[in-house]
């Protein structure tokens, strides 16, 4: 076990002959009381074996998400194999096939930061003779994990390919 953390640069070799020294007490802390004949307790090591620090704690970073108005969303028919890139305005509703897309909301992270979009979409199917759309996914979906939270559908594959926001400038074209 020693030999496999110095290999992994975990702990600094050890002479033999001599034990390491405990990591430090942080001041206020009270000293530990085991004295020499006692038997060791569950969880501390015990007299001979060599005490490694703890590894530092690291937060889970937090991270900054924009709010945009548009999601690019990619969906694949299974049956022609058509894909199509879509352009789905937040609280618009978009159609491919049969399916009903609502972007709720997306969101993507600043470019000083890791990239992620995440749009929340509302995914419907309206069929034929039915009155009202039967709801097939409702929550977020990732552009950099499509697997993690994805539309199960035997027809179409719905998935996030970014977040934009939409220009309202004239492009210059004529048409």
Avoid at 43 to 52: H, L
Avoid at 146 to 174: M, Q, R
Wanted: aromatic share 6%; charged share 15%.
């Amino acid at each position: 076990m020693a030999s496999l953390l110095l290999a992994l640069g975990l702990a600094a070799p050890v002479a033999s002959g001599q034990s390491q020294a405990p990591a430090p007490s942080s001041p206020g802390a009270p000293a530990p009381s085991q004295s020499p004949s006692s038997p060791a307790q569950p969880g501390t090591p015990s007299e001979g074996q060599p005490q490694y620090p703890a590894p530092p704690l690291n937060p889970t970073p937090t991270y900054t998400y924009i709010d945009m108005d548009t999601a690019v969303l990619q969906a694949l028919d299974k049956v022609t194999a058509r894909v199509s890139t879509i352009d789905a305005p937040v609280g618009q509703t978009v159609r491919f096939g049969t399916l009903e897309i609502t972007v709720r909301a997306c969101r993507k992270r600043p470019p000083e930061e890791p990239p992620e979009s995440a749009a929340f979409l509302e995914i419907r199917e309206q069929k034929e003779g039915e009155a009202q759309p039967s709801l097939l996914f409702s929550g977020w979906m990732f552009a950099s994990s499509p697997a993690l939270s994805t539309l199960e559908h035997p027809v179409y594959d719905i998935i996030v390919i970014d977040c934009k926001n939409s220009s309202k400038a004239p492009s210059g074209k004529s048409g």
